[in-house]
């Protein structure tokens, strides 16, 4: 059962230098139980993807296209209508926690609003429950943390009070944008466990975003590989793992530290003037002729592999 | 925190130190000036007349004039840091009590000019933050501009001619009845009003575009929620120090409003005294606005942890 799936989503700022087109004509489904790993080099559009969504960029954004939840358009739907599926039927755990959580308010207090606004809990009730899910992403003497304010967390522990902000109404869906980054390797080990037990229990589906295809491996389900704005391959885990499809998805797995960390030559390209044909075409190895003209479709490699490259088309 | 109050008392007596001798020094640079003033009081009993080579010599003999500015400078210092800020030399009452009689005239002022600039300010800035861009906001900063433009004493000038001369609603100067605060308070508080506001309006934008705005958004917080808990608190804190500042030099004395309107304050014994050259009550005021503006500082910086947990604290 699929329960998201987005279609030809658009995401653009209006800026003085042009038109960014950060996100451009993306679709992708996660099915219920799924966990779908959204990676890619920085600035290539996945944390504007994940925030479309909700619907939570700045006005200067045009997002069109369609997110269908459980049968309703998120992009339609009434700011009202969808500030009841924030937090309460999909949670957003943001990158960045330091920057994402309000420094003049107690930790406990930012985990408890969840439950004030969707359950309508007493404050002090919320606030025990606040406590409970601190308890439950591990945090050690809960009710005491509860009480301080994120800047006297660690990095991790800021991770974490994320995360349990994130659960605090046991979402259907939640995405996850870059939990383990910034964090050291055991933390990093910690919250990937974490996370796992967490999903097992919960049985969310996810959107996890990551730079950290080893975090991909280990969490997701299905994985997309973004490139300048667009999906460049769309896969089964073990089928990616196998052997990436796409130029750059292979280019991307050589690159981590565990298989031979090979810089991708050359640099990302411009989201206001991408190269013409295939974005990918002044970087690959592989280039044709024809990848300076034409852009090419995403299509199927083989079951459950789909790539965007002439290779294959 | 200990070593944090320690550096301040440092800084805070340094200060002082530093303040209080410059204005003596300059006061008594003049030589023999000090003596002639004194002279001028004991023997005639006026500033405007001459007294005699005689008297003068009379007097530096009699107050031992002739020391070191170092030494008196220090005596005077010692004296006050007891409490005594010597007479008047021209009313012949301890400074101090010129002072404190002031005192509550200049407080009721700057106190309810702070209190209308933030009554008004604030909800104006968060107003036109909100709608930012809007006719509304335009129009707020526009009125802001004016405010702020508007030199003090223009304005006081133009409300007591429009107000208590024209139509003839309000007293034109004095002290008195609450009627009488109406034209200094707004004349004082008009600009103060329209830095609060706009203040408010760009530190409330700058705490919008903040990544936690969009967690309380993403948790499915409404617009007022987020500006009530998330928005207000972040925004307050440089509005706290701005005002802080702001209240410190109204107490310091509105010098020049409160000669317009006669009112009784510490602006107005300030102006006095220089212009009856009364040495010990400059020399007093200076170091009280001085002490006023550092307390209130001090005051602020106590108060800050408990709008942001960042600063002070573990
Ligand atoms: N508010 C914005 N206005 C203009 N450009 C933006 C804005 N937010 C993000 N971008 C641009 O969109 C691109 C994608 O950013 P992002 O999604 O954050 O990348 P990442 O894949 O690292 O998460 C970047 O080039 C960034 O500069
Ligand atoms: S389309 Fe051409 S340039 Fe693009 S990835 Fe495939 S081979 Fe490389
Ligand atoms: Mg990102």
Redesign the pocket.
Known sequence: MTLLSIEHLNSH?M?VDGI?R?VDDVSLEIGENETLGLV??????????ALSLLRL??E??KTDGRVIYKGRDLLKLKEKELRGVRGKEIAHIF?NPLSSLNPVLTVGFQISEPFLRHQGLKKSIANSRAVQMLGLVRIPSAPDRAKEYPHEFSGGMRQRAMIAMGLACSPSLIIA??PTRGLDVTIQAQIVELMKDLIKNSGASMLL?T?DLSLAAQLCDKVAV?YS?EIVEYADIKEFFKGPAHPYARNFLESVPSRGMKPIRGISPS?INPPPGCRFHPRCDCSMDMCKSVHPPLTEVKDGQHARCLLYA | MLNNILKRSGIFCMVLTVSTSLVFFMLHSLPGENAEVMAKYIFLGNVELNPSNEEVQLVKEKFDLDRSLLSQYYSWATNAFHGDLGRSYKTNAPVREEILIRLPATITLALIAVLMSLLIGMPLGILAAVKQNSTTDYLCSATAVLGISMPNFWLALLLIMVFSLALKLTPTIGYGGPSHLILPVVTLGTATTAVVMRLTRSSTLEVMRQDYIRTARGKGLDHRDIMITHSLKNALIPIITMVGLEFGHLLGGAVIIETIFAWPGIGRLLIDSISARDIPVIQGTVLFITLMYMLLNFTIDILYPIFDPRIGGS
């Open positions: 700022f800026t960014v950060a890619g080099e920085s600035g290539c559009g996945k944390t504007v993807l960029l700045s200067n954004t990158q944008d870059e975003i730079h973004m704005g989201l």
